[in-house]
């Protein structure tokens, strides 16, 4: 069997807000909740399963999400409508800007508990070698 990554839990100060926050932008339904756990599942199988913890123990971290380009202008569409500021940058200065690198189009938006999250429309391409 290849190696598939499952499933990520990802701490949040109000699951349910940060499942439906996330779920709203990207046009996917909210799972049925299960012990602590609210899910949101990807097209690819990972299911994301926001954990309520206290906010002062969230580390913020980084989720990109790979989407078609209708799904980028829906998803872009619903941000600008709910007055979220978006970033064509990863340190998140460049505000109400998106990105055109490799080919496609990007963002970057916090969340709820302050996780930053891209969405992309083309995969990265590293074309120099690394070390």
Sequence with gaps: ??????????????????????????????????????????????????????????????????ISDGEFDAAFERLRAGGITYYADPAMKLANEINHHHGGRGLYFRDPSGHGMEIITTPYTFTEAVG
Excluded at 15 to 25: D, K
Excluded at 30 to 41: K, L, Q, S
């Design 1 to 66: 069997m290849a190696v598939e990554l499952n499933h990520t839990i990802v701490h949040s100060r109000d699951n349910r807000e940060s499942a439906a926050f996330l779920a709203h932008v990207l046009g996917l339904e909210v799972g049925t909740e299960w012990g602590p756990f609210v899910p949101v599942d990807t097209a690819n199988g990972v299911q994301l399963d926001f954990a309520s913890i206290p906010a002062e123990s969230i580390v913020p971290q980084h989720y990109a999400f790979l």
